[in-house]
């Protein structure tokens, strides 16, 4: 039997693994289907890929829907769109990164928690511009052509985060509100260890509104979440695991120190307006030390040894 690269979530929904950001297709209606984000820039043929082979060749998307517009969510949409000229919906609070308007609150490299985290602040902050394509979100909690799901705004990793909802067996697609792998750790990452947690501590620049949204999440009493990183989640494996980061969201969520843990980033419909002063990162400073004696320990020895 031919390997996939994607796996089957739930009755119509399939998600796949690009490097370490999962997307996620949904058959809406006979012959029609929608993509929830668009993973990294890399993954564009993957994507058409699952698509030709899921629901057949030449059969584009009625729309792409994204959680939010980080870097890992929107790499491939350029290609996409190239292929699919289809419409792409954001919350409106997430049109600025989305328009060229604003570059993203810039990652922390300070929020502690492992190399991810250290090295944070090479992660691409955008903005990208798909003016033309892009469009906002309604505000009645509707998705557009996914009729059995609701939107819910969950923001707090980015202001205009959203996670997608089907009541009718409490499936969620998460987006990053909370993942089922510890971000910021190279290895968990490498590994994909499941491990229900917070957002991605250095690329949450709102905590108190992070925290208000895994309790938005919770109390929808999701059965199986599908989330931006990490495996698939359900049963009680993930009622207790949401049950306990809402509850303890501060203790097991949010960074010791960081730039936005005392003050969070300000943003409106025009992108950042003000941003807590940056921290010295000494962790980083020496790591960067460390590895740049290293690599002039290996040069000399290389001169020498000519
Ligand atoms: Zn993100
Ligand atoms: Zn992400």
Redesign the pocket.
Known sequence: MENKTYTQVAPGVWGMKIVF?NIYMVATAPGEWVLVDAGLKTGAEKIIKMAEELFGTDVPPSAIILT?G?F??VGALKELLAKWPVKVYAHPLELPYLTGLSAYPPPDPTAGGGLMTAFSFIYPKGPINISGHVHPLTKDGTVPHMPEWDCIHTPGHSPGHVSLFRPEDKLLIA??AF?NVK?ESLLAVIAQKKELSGP?KY?TPNWLSAAMSVKKLRDLKPEIAAT??GPVIQGDELTQGLGDLANNFQELAMPDNGRYVHEPAKTNRKGVQYLPPARFNTALICTVFVLSAVAVFGLVNKIKSR
């Open positions: 950001v939010h980080h890992d969510h987006g990053d993942v971000s991605p690329f931006g990183h």
